[in-house]
């Protein structure tokens, strides 16, 4: 007996839905007020209709916040302070956020070359870093060094430095995101640090609302790489994109277990699209990209483009055009200008609107003498041909992002990707229509989705958490960094670990699983690395990578 | 903007042995470091994966001695390494980047026309193999091949000391004083193909300042003169001052004002075994002067201190040794074998020494004369007292009678095989592949 409530809080419209034992019980729709999140949430549960709230096991939530709060500016104002030692000139990357360049360098094996330049430091006093007056926010320094990943000394020292005169400065680290890429990390941390304020606001409203409720379900946020995780551990970046990534669990949810799919989730304006392999989602080998800042942020392979059923048809010389943009509903559901529902109505395949005017949109498209039921066919068919040519070239790309993949080791060439046979689920409002058209162009089966106008609910409800441990150990200068916590420790076993190493990670593993306080089972285990490190044709020591994931995956399946 | 091309393959997993110099670890910090700058973040760097080269692929411009099988077992890292060498070299091609960066292991260019295993760590010859692969497929026809490697780039020497299309120019430290101890600047080329090949051994000790003074005073002019089709830079980084193999004194911001002097359609990795003293910051200069980015902010970390040969001590040498190289004449020995087609057919004995497994090829070189064309050639080739094997090379451009000459003696091979193991006919003017085995006869590829 399981209970699973899944919302999606959305800049306009919040979703959710009640599910029992694989069962969905109730959905509801309402809209967000964003001036009270709590009532908005208050809504949405009564309107699930629950029998007994102390029955609720879990409660997941998907949000827009961060992402909207990022795209339309509304963060918190962040000092950027890096250590970016020599190499690539740091304006060689276009940076979206003003930034300060101090003295101090660190090394790839994670040694220091230089030390940092306390008189740089002094300086910082006037770089506006002073307390702050009274009733504002204290401010928000984010420091990140190249090479912080492997050794964190300069950032923990002058964070400790800056915290001396200024205890109350909110300090972010860049080393927490131990990945390699100092650009992406450097607008990570910052980012991360820039919304942080908000997310804690968002969350302490989710714990009234659900308190209010008398709920005692844990609740967990849906990240962009399509896990769950406690709202208290999540880092609130890490929530941008999960409408994306909960549309292809809500498909996951409704599909077989082990088939590789093309996700396809058409809205008004966008078509959303994922790839499942043999039951997994995608994930992107790129950290995310939103608006101008390029992200460490892991998250699914999808691709949104501007097409959907509402996009604008205009006339041209050539024909017609499918233009990105919408200008209301299509023609016959009362709107001005003709669209691909008009041509989908027409063309009999789908039942809303009004059949007339689909025909008086359309033909509003052709010359006054080809207005005859021929051309108008003609018409409709290559408007919806046009539609699914977006559709596949988008799909094709995905594929393309997938099969090539660049790789590093011979095993890898020499084993390349299989062919998959690809099954479709296409869902959202203009599914229907498109179907046949798919099917036709893609040669495999397409199945349409249920439940499309709350699968981001759907899809929160249904995600468990992933879990991702990557370990680089360095055994001659005795240390180990674990890239997604950025834990940097002391080494004490053997230069040469073996079977070692495979505990060690596990025991990371359990550990990190515990503080996430998230439940890993069938852990998938990357086959490790070993550099031998020589010096003077002797071997020394050993550089060893490697890591152990939970993949995105739902906890079941919905019947539909 | 330009677009810049990365095939990064560092061939995580594979060594010629535990402590051996081309081990797993070589380009290890190079990926941290380029990873790290975030130079796969840069607009203009597109990023390529790797393909393995066919089998079809190598023998058209490597013979595999005594036949291709007898490699197999330790050929695949080697034939991903050519794989992406033409993988990224059709991509500026076809005009899908301006320029690349084939980041790969192993190398390749101490591999010649004729391959019985491997020798300064190469066994196929990337950079050959993409050339050759762009005349055959793309129609390109004059290629310059630079090579700044620290060692003397024989193998690509070998390949195509008798092509009049191919200029090859080698920098490298005296082979008097490194490995493989050839490239000096006598060897200029066979008899259709003189002066199309130029060694310029430098003195150990040379710095930046000799080098690109070298390169803009005597090597820029040759490569204008000659104006290739594209230029391909086998760029080891071996004269870096902490390479532990040789005794240059170059620096990565070096590196990077030679990539920016050459500016070549393709670098391609070949040597370089300082893999934390210069490897990452070298392979960064490059890159960063291929996309058109400043370089002069790479810097390693180690400074050099130990003396420099200076400008002023370097330009009488370089003087001597330009005056010597226009001394040397053409002086070819004519060796006519009875069943040999008409024509004259100049002898050029050539001894390899495969230095990784420690045996001697013995070759007979045999090249036709001629003023149309590359001229066809004809290889005997044993390993030290194993039956020979046979080359026959029927060249790009061939005329009519180089053509036939080409098959009349690959049909004596056919008909008189009785000291004979293996042959392969390269009739790199038609494209076409045909191996002879003892054992499973004649085949075409």
């Known amino acids: 007996m399981s209970n699973q409530v899944g919302i999606d809080v959305g800049g306009t419209y919040t979703d959710a839905v009640f599910i029992h034992d694989g069962n969905i019980q109730h959905t509801a729709k309402i809209p967000t007020r964003s001036e009270n999140i709590v009532e908005t949430l208050l809504d949405a549960f009564d309107s699930l209709n629950f029998v007994d709230e102390t029955s609720i096991d879990q409660i997941s939530v998907s949000t827009t916040l961060v992402t909207n709060a990022i795209l339309q500016d509304r963060m918190t104002p962040v000092k950027l302070l890096l250590f970016s030692g020599n190499g690539m000139k740091v304006d060689a990357l276009p940076w979206p956020v003003s930034y300060r360049e101090l003295s101090g360098e660190i090394d790839f094996r994670g040694r220091e070359i230089e030390p940092p330049d306390q008189g740089e430091w002094e300086k910082l006093k006037s770089f506006d870093l002073g307390e702050p007056a009274l009733g504002e926010k204290p401010a928000h320094v984010a420091i990140v060094g190249k090479f912080s990943h492997r050794n964190s000394l300069h950032e923990e020292q002058l964070a400790s430095y800056l915290r001396q005169s200024n205890p109350s400065l909110q300090i972010a680290l860049g080393h927490e995101w131990g990945q390699a890429n100092f650009y992406r990390r450097s607008l990570t941390t910052y980012l991360n640090l820039g919304v942080s304020d908000l997310y804690h606001q968002f969350a302490q409203q989710l714990q009234t609302a659900v308190r209010t409720r008398k709920i005692n379900a844990p609740i967990s946020i849906l990240k962009a790489d399509g896990g769950v995780l406690p709202l208290a551990k999540l880092r609130p970046i890490d929530s941008i994109y999960s409408g994306p990534a909960a549309s292809v669990l809500a498909a996951l949810a409704q599909n077989e277990t082990s088939t590789s799919s093309i996700i396809v989730d058409i809205g008004g304006t966008t078509t959303d699209l994922g790839l499942v392999l043999s039951g997994a989602p995608l994930l992107s080998s790129k950290g995310a990209q939103i608006g101008p800042f390029a992200t460490l942020v892991r998250s699914l392979a999808v691709r949104s483009i501007p097409v959907g059923g509402d996009s604008v048809l205009r006339a041209t010389e050539q024909g017609f055009s499918l233009e990105s943009y919408r200008h209301g509903p299509a023609y016959c559901l009362g709107g001005n200008v003709p669209t691909p529902t008009d041509a989908m109505r027409y063309l009999g395949l789908i039942s809303y609107g009004n059949e007339q005017l689909a025909e008086e949109g359309l033909a509003s498209i052709l010359p006054q003498e080809r207005r005859s039921p021929k051309f108008l066919h003609e018409l409709a068919t290559a408007v919806m041909e046009t539609m699914v040519d977006r559709i596949v070239e988008a799909i094709n790309s995905l594929k393309r992002e997938w099969q090539e993949e660049p790789a590093y080791k011979v095993w890898e060439v020499l084993h390349p990707h299989e062919n998959q046979t690809f099954h479709t689920l296409v869902s959202g409002g203009g599914a229907r229509g498109i179907t046949a058209a798919l099917e036709k162009r893609l040669r495999t089966p397409v199945q349409l989705g249920c439940y499309s106008e709350i699968s981001n609910a759907l899809g929160a409800a249904m995600a468990r958490p992933t879990f991702d441990c990557t370990l680089h150990l360095d055994t001659y200068l005795k240390h180990y960094r674990v890239a997604e916590t950025g834990e940097q420790g002391k080494w004490k076993g053997s230069l040469r670990p073996y079977l070692e190493v495979e505990e060690f990670l596990d025991t990371l593993a359990q550990q990190q699983a515990v503080r996430y306080g998230i439940k890993i089972q069938d852990l998938e285990k990357d086959p490790f690395d070993f550099f031998p490190i020589v010096q003077g044709y002797k071997t020394v020591g050993q550089i060893v990578r490697g890591a152990v994931h939970q993949r995105p995956g739902v906890i079941g399946r919905v019947s539909i | ?445």
Not at chain 2, 100 to 109: D, M, S
């Open chain 2, 1 to 445: 903007m330009k677009r810049t091309g990365i095939l990064f393959f560092p061939a995580f997993d594979w060594s010629l042995g535990d402590s051996h110099p081309e081990r797993e670890e070589r380009l290890l910090y190079t990926q941290e470091q380029l990873f790290e700058e975030g130079i796969l973040d840069l607009p203009q760097i597109k990023q390529f994966s790797p393909r393995v080269a066919t089998r079809h692929e190598v023998l058209r411009t490597q013979a595999l001695f005594p036949n291709s099988e007898a490699h197999t077992s330790t050929l695949d890292a080697h034939l991903i390494a050519a794989g992406s060498a033409i993988l990224l070299g059709e991509a500026r091609v076809r005009g899908d980047i301006a320029n690349g960066f084939v980041l790969a292991r192993p190398p390749g260019h101490h591999s010649g026309a004729t391959v019985w295993g491997n020798r300064g760590f190469c066994t196929l010859n990337n950079e050959a193999i993409l050339v050759n692969h762009l005349r055959a497929q793309f129609g390109i026809q004059k290629i310059a091949i630079v090579d700044t490697d620290v060692h003397h780039g024989d193998g690509t020497q070998d390949i195509f000391y008798h092509d009049p299309n191919v200029l090859f120019i080698s920098l490298h430290q005296d082979g008097r004083t490194l490995y493989p101890g050839t490239g000096f600047v006598n060897e200029k080329g066979g008899p259709n193909a003189w002066n199309q090949t130029l060694n310029i051994p430098l003195p150990p000790g040379t710095g930046d300042e000799g080098y690109h003074y070298v390169l803009e005073n005597w090597v820029l002019p040759q490569l204008q003169a000659f104006a290739p089709d594209l230029i391909i830079n086998s760029a080891g980084q071996d004269n870096h001052f902490t390479d532990p193999l040789a005794s240059m004194n170059l620096t990565a911001g070096g590196y990077g004002r030679i990539t920016e002097l050459l500016q070549p359609d393709l670098a391609v990795l070949e040597g370089g075994y300082s893999i934390e003293g210069a490897l990452p910051y070298v392979n960064l200069a490059i890159l960063l002067a291929l996309a058109g980015e400043d370089y002069h902010h790479v810097r390693e970390p180690q400074k050099l201190d130990h003396p420099v040969l200076t400008l002023a001590s370097l330009k009488p040498y370089l003087q001597e040794l330009k005056k010597q190289h226009q001394t040397f004449k053409p002086n070819f020995t004519i060796q006519n074998k009875e069943f040999f087609p008409q024509g004259n057919w100049i002898y050029i004995p050539h001894n390899v020494y495969y230095d990784t497994e420690g045996f001697q090829e013995t070759r007979h070189d045999y090249i036709r004369q001629c003023s149309h064309c590359a001229g066809t050639i004809y290889i005997e080739s044993r390993r030290s007292s194993s039956p020979q094997s046979i080359l026959v090379r029927i060249p790009f451009q061939a005329c009519p009678e180089c053509e036939q000459a080409g098959y009349d003696l690959w049909d004596h091979l056919l008909h008189h095989s009785e000291h004979t193991s293996s042959g392969l006919l390269q009739n790199q003017l038609h494209d076409k592949l045909f191996v002879w085995e003892r054992k499973e006869g004649l085949t075409q590829l």
